[in-house]
Each structure stands twice: as C-alpha cells, then as structure tokens.
C-alpha cells in the first residue's frame, strides 16, 4: 500500500491543499470547452429541447390519479403534480400541484434535490418523499399527505443517510438506517432492520434483525399479494450478487426462504414468487439453469418452497431483464440479441377460453407488443391489467404506451416525444466481431445512409460492460442534431460483464476475468477500422461509472487507436477502491485488493497505475469529469488520474461539478451543460 505522504497523486484524495489545484484545472478546462462557439448553442438546443413541452410526462398511477415530477426554468428543483387520466389523454392536460420542492428549498433554505416519492399502495394519498443534499446518494425522509399538501407533525420521519424504507402499510414501515455508525456495514450500508409503527419514538421500534458488519447490506419490504395477501420478504446480501432471503412471519419472527444465493426476486403473485436465477439450481432433483424466470409456490408465513414451474428458459441469445405484475398475469421483458420482446403470461383462473388448463399453472398467451428496439415498463397501477411502457429505437422518438394484458387490442399510443432531428436520412445496423479469445461480441452502429466507408468519419464509441448492465438501442436524442448530423457515427458496443445475453455473459468479465470486457471493447474499435469506417484520428471512445474504468482502462493499453476519450464520474485507482465511499460494496464485481490474488489481477489493469510518461507513449486528450457531491464513486479517482495525466505530460481536462452526485440528476439546465461540454471536446478532437 502506497504512503499518502509520498505520492502527491493520492495526497489529492482527501488533503484540502488539493481544492486549489482543483479549482485551477476546472477553470482551465472550462475556459477551453466553454469559450467554444459550439458549446453555447449545443448547451441551449439541448436545454430546450428538455423543456416539458418536447418530451413525455411520464407518471405512476395510483388510484384515480397519475402523478409526475416536473422540472423548468422556472421550476428548476421541480413540482410533484397530478391529473386524472382522461384529462392526461386531452389535448390540454391540466395538472394541480402537490408538492413544491422550489418552495420548500427556499423555506428551509437547504440544496435540497427529489431523491424519491414513494405512496403507501392501498392508501396512496400518503407518500415518504425522500429529499438529497445537491444529489447525493444519502437523504431524508419524510412522509407526506398529497390531499392536505402537509408534511404530518406527527409522522414518520428519518435522518440523513443511505436508509432505506419501505411501507409495511398505512401505519407502519420496514426501516434499514444508515445515519449512525453503529448501523453500517462495512460497505457503508445498513445491516439492521427495524419495525416502526405510527406513532413510536424510535427507541420503542421493534428490532428484526441485526445483521454482522461484514454483510454488504439489507433491505426489508412487503410484496402485495391481492388487497389482503402479503408476503414480507427481508434480503440480505451477502455480497453485490450474493444474497439470502427470510420472510417475516405473523410474530415477526424471520423464516429462511431456500433460494439460491444469486437470484432476483420480482414480484409475488398468486402464491407465487417470481425468481430468476442467477446460477443453475438443483431443487427437488431437477436442475433449473442460470438466466430462467421460475414462478415458485412460496408459503408468507414459513417461507417453505412448493410447485415450481419454468416460465422462460432463455436461449443463448436472450435474457430476461424485468418482470411486471398485473392482477392476474405477468408481462416478461425478455432480450434476443438486444432487441426487446414481451412474453405474456395468465394465471389459470383468468385464463383466456382458448387456453388450456393446468393445475397451479401460468398460461403463455399471445400479445401485439413490438419485438425490436428498447421497451421499459413506465408503470403498472396496483390490482389492474394495465401496463405502461415506453418504447424507442435508436432512430425512433420515445413512445408512451398502454395496453391491457387481457384484451385483444393493440397497445394505445398515449404521448409521443417530439423527433430531435428527421431520422429519415440515417440508419442503424448490428454488426458482430471477434474478441481476442475468439468470442463473437454485438455492436450497433448509428450513421447517415450516405455514409460513404473511407476510413474518415468521426466516430464516437460508447460502451460500460459491468454489473449485468444492458446497452440497450435508445433513441438518441440529442446526439441525433449534434453528431450524427455533423456527419459523426455513434456506436454502442455490448461487451461482456454487461446483461445482454444473461448471467453467463456477465460472469465471462466479472472479476479475475474483468480484461475480457476491456479486450472485447478494443476489438469493436478494431472492426471499426477495419470495416473503413473511422481511423485513430476520427475515433473517440466514452463511458461513465464502471464505464469510465472501461475506458480508462482502454487509454492506458491501446492508446494509439483513439484519439479522444470521455471518463465520466469514473473508478481508476483499483488498488484502493475499496477504500473510497461505497467501493467496498463492489468486491463481488472486480475482486479485493487486500487479498494476494486478487491484488495481482486488479494491478495488472489499474488505469491510475499504468500510466506512462508522454515521453514514452503518447496518449489520446481525455476529458475526465466527476462530482463534488459523488457519495458513490469518491472523486478522487477523477482527480489523482487527471492529476498524474498531467504530470506525466500528457493533454487532460478535468471538470469537477459542485452538485449533481453520481446520477447527475440535478437539472435540465446541468444536465444540458455536461452533454454540451463532453460532445464540443469531441468536436475538437475528432471533427476539427
């Protein structure tokens, strides 16, 4: 382990000496990009093209009313308003205010920025609003009345920290606290849970569970099972993809609910739980495979496992990303070859008169959804058939659907997002390429039709490839006017550690195996040369997060093939993540530097720590950015790289943001100027 005193890189990490150098490199950097004519008006097309009246309202349903969190110029920290469907559906909706943030900021005279509203189902006129410091991870709660428009003075109430709290029902709530020391993990999450009833000072809940430091972190909800059913479900986790399952019973007593340690649990229905698993699973002497979706008879009170029925066992080219409830059936989001398709599913006393029937089954059943593009599940009102989804394409504005699980209509196009730019002149196309093992890997690139392949065409490539994290073919937006029209290709690249193609394609690049997903990225760069789409010059790389170690890790070890490279809010020194904020959080996804092993794998690709010197090779400009605010991922990671960077001589910016967190969610207007800021650096370097 280094010695802080003797390395001045990592004497930035948590010394105040370093706000100077800080405030000087984020000065400098904005002076470069800023002063860009191109930044300006990229910044105020983008701005303006966030405003309300040019994109969707989207809202959750809860009773008669749907209830969206909105954002302007003149609103910048937001109002939380509701209407009624039918006036959704008009042409002048009209929306009432709950609940104004803007005036709450200034009554309190705290950055306070929406972390989450939550409403009790069966009685959702009450909601914990959950309110952040400049978008922080940690917040307070608080509960709220929508009719009366009130905080309750004597309601339920909790300090700042990354709680997490969930209704049990009007009068109680599930508290796992984070604001003490003595509740966190190790990881920096809590690992207790606690009962609170209406009306109790918290030194009269009722303790759960306490839970050792070593855990990562617990959480405690109840899954609504019809208005009276219920099944009350504590998760611990064990590690990021490791966890162990106890429903509550009656007297509050925890019954172990015999799961495997990787699954995820999406809904419980009908005496049902809904599970995919995450590894293959011998139960009752027969095996169900990684990546299935299992409806699993599950008793609330003692947990005890029944019938088990294989509702999806995905082929080799899909996986199962999300589930949705209705009443009595179930809508799976299923990927083949990244491209988005529903299966649909009926529980056998609402069966359809053509379906057939089996005993304690599920009934696959036919729908109109689309099979290609991205579709996300907006909303699913509690005890309907209804669903809401949204669906776009790279070249396709975002479309707000309805549809009814049990009939025979098409979905109802509720809203459509304004088009950015006419798609008519562009098109998108899957290609496949061979890694370095010889592992075929998925890419989409986006380009003008015209797009004549001499090797010159500036080319962003976009990619994160962590956390069973799928890159899905989204509308782009602003990338449409602002690249793709100033003749630039964008291309997303679905690396393996990514949930593409399901937990095999996430664990083939998940710790001791995490170069495969850096060696996966640089052979779609390859391909694009090869393919005389771009060239070195042209060819710019960008990724956020784990992404931004993605391509921190790409700059380090194949810095000739790009010349442009934006890190954003990015982990780099991975000798020492563990160390910093939630890092120790993350031991399951890159491994653990204090054991030898492990230690040896993380150093052989630490961007932080293989950095050369300008003099022996010559890298790429970087724009590398992060968040004052960031309680995920410390910024330290951001400053000691560009630091280092620039003392070894090599061409770096480095922008610091004062609000926003790891999210960066703070604002139309913020959130317009990063995008402005990273897409004028690629202009310079790839297009000038």
């Not at 966190?184 to 009962?195: M, N, P, R, T």
């Not at 000072?201 to 099972?225: G, H, M, N, Q, Y």
Request: glycine letters at 6%; a negative charge; one cysteine or more.
């Amino acid at each position: 382990m280094q010695n802080n005193q003797l390395d001045p890189f990592l004497y930035l990490e948590n010394h105040t000496h370093a706000a100077e150098w800080v405030a000087e490199q984020n000065q400098s950097s904005r002076t470069e990009l800023e002063d860009d004519p191109r930044f300006d008006s990229m910044r105020q097309s983008i701005a303006l093209f966030a405003q309300a009246n040019q994109q969707i309202p989207y809202f959750s349903q809860h009773g008669a009313w749907l209830y969206h969190f909105y954002q302007s110029e003149a609103q910048p920290r937001g109002v939380y308003r509701r209407t009624t469907y039918e006036s959704y559906c008009s042409p002048n909706t009209i929306w009432s205010v709950v609940f104004d943030l803007d005036a709450l900021v200034q009554q309190e005279e705290v950055d306070w920025y929406l972390a989450g509203i939550s409403h009790c189902i069966l009685s959702p006129q009450r909601c914990l609003i959950s309110l952040n410091i400049a978008g922080s991870d940690a917040s307070v709660c608080r509960e709220y009345d929508v009719e009366t428009q009130q905080f309750l003075n004597d309601s339920f109430q909790f300090p700042l920290g990354k709680n997490q709290i969930h209704w049990r029902d009007i009068n109680s709530v599930y508290v796992c606290p984070a604001w003490d020391e003595s509740q966190l993990s190790q990881a920096g999450y809590s690992c207790e849970v606690w009962l609170l009833e209406r009306g109790q000072a918290w030194d009269e809940a009722t303790s759960i569970a306490v839970l050792p430091e070593t855990i990562l972190k617990t959480l405690a909800w109840r899954f609504l099972d019809g208005e009276h059913a219920h099944l009350d479900i504590i998760e611990v986790a064990l590690s990021f993809y490791k966890k162990v399952y106890y429903c509550i019973d009656a007297d509050l007593a925890l019954q172990q609910i015999k799961l495997p340690l990787r699954c995820d649990l999406y809904a419980y229905t009908h005496g049902d739980l809904i599970v995919k698993l995450g590894m293959d699973w011998r139960w009752q002497d027969r095996l169900y495979l990684s990546g299935c979706l299992l409806a699993i008879e599950c008793d609330a009170q003692t947990g005890q496992l029944g019938h088990i029925q294989c509702l999806v066992a995905p082929s080799h080219t899909q996986t199962i990303q999300g589930v949705d409830a209705t009443l009595s059936g179930l809508a799976v989001h299923v990927l083949d070859q990244v491209k988005s398709q529903i299966h649909t599913f009926i529980w056998k006393e609402a069966a359809l008169e053509d379906c057939e029937h089996q005993a304690n089954a599920w009934q696959a059943i036919p729908n109109s959804l689309p099979s290609r593009g991205a579709i996300e599940f907006v909303d699913q009102p509690w005890a309907t058939e209804t669903l809401y989804y949204n669906y776009s394409d790279f070249l396709q504005p975002a479309g707000l659907y309805r549809y009814d699980l049990l009939a025979a209509n098409a979905p109802e196009l509720l809203r459509q997002q304004v088009a950015a730019f006419d798609s008519h002149h562009y098109e998108y196309q899957q290609y496949f390429t061979a890694s370095k093992d010889g592992t075929a890997i998925p890419y989409f690139v986006v380009h003008d039709k015209a797009l004549i392949l001499r090797g010159d065409a500036p080319t962003l490539l976009y990619g994160y490839g962590g956390f069973q994290v799928s890159m899905l073919p989204y509308y782009v937006d602003n990338l449409g006017p602002h690249w793709l029209a100033k003749g630039g290709v964008f291309v997303v690249a679905n690396i393996r550690g990514g949930g593409e193609f399901g937990p095999n394609w996430h664990q083939a690049a998940q710790g001791a195996h995490r170069q495969r997903s850096f060696d996966d990225f640089i052979a779609v760069a390859e391909d694009l040369i090869a393919r005389n789409i771009t060239s070195p010059r042209r060819l710019g790389i960008q990724g956020g997060s784990h992404g931004g170690l993605l391509v921190g890790a790409c700059l380090v070890q194949r810095p000739e093939i790009f010349n442009a490279v934006v890190c954003e809010v990015p982990l780099l020194d991975m000798l020492r993540y563990t160390e910093l904020h939630a890092g120790a959080s993350w031991v399951d996804e890159y491994g653990d530097p204090n054991k030898t092993e492990d230690r040896a794998v993380l150093a052989a690709y630490s961007p932080y720590h293989h950095i050369q010197p300008a003099s022996v090779q010559r890298y790429p400009k970087v724009l590398l950015t992060t968040n004052r605010q960031d309680d995920r991922v410390h910024p330290a990671h951001a400053r000691k790289m560009a630091a280092k960077l620039a003392e070894m001589g090599h061409e770096v910016l480095f922008f610091e943001g004062d609000k926003g967190g790891h999210r960066g969610n703070v604002g139309a207007s913020e959130m317009a100027a990063d995008l402005a800021r990273a897409l004028t650096f690629l202009h310079q370097q790839l297009m000038d």
